[in-house]
């Protein structure tokens, strides 16, 4: 699958993309800002948000028990938790591309998985801070 795929993929179902020479594809979905991270092995492909949006007000501590409570029960997607900056959580998708799957394929499943990871990710904070 290459590139172009992806990225057409990409605008058909979230309109604008922006390509960062050093990063890869930029665009937005649902309120998120997204990277398709473009690799030199095009049998793996990476999405991430790069930061959650409206989770920076929490605690960092109650942020790693939900980054972790995520981990634990969305599959396919990576939650991380920033050490360096201020309570920061992104997510990530790797896909190991096979042979019989298209970009069609592919695509909107990536990015609808990591749109319900930050929709699981925000419940989790809230039901976390509420019991707090």
Not at 16 to 38: A, C, D, E, R
Request: aromatic share 10%; net charge neutral; glycine share 4%.
């Amino acid at each position: 699958m290459k590139q172009e795929e992806i990225v057409n993929e990409i605008r058909q179902m979230c309109g604008q993309t922006i390509l960062m020479p050093s990063l890869g594809w930029h665009f937005k979905y649902n309120g998120q800002v997204y990277f398709y991270v473009v690799s030199k092995d095009e049998s793996m492909v990476r999405f991430c948000i790069p930061f959650v949006a409206r989770l920076p007000l929490y605690d960092k501590e109650l942020l790693k028990e939900a980054v972790n409570e995520t981990n634990r029960n969305v599959k396919f997607i990576k939650a991380l938790l920033s050490e360096k900056d201020d309570a920061k959580v992104s997510l990530d998708y790797d896909h190991k591309i096979t042979d019989l799957e298209s970009a069609k394929d592919i695509v909107p499943h990536i990015i609808k998985s990591l749109d319900f990871a930050v929709g699981f990710l925000e419940r989790i904070v809230r039901q976390i801070n509420n019991n707090n």
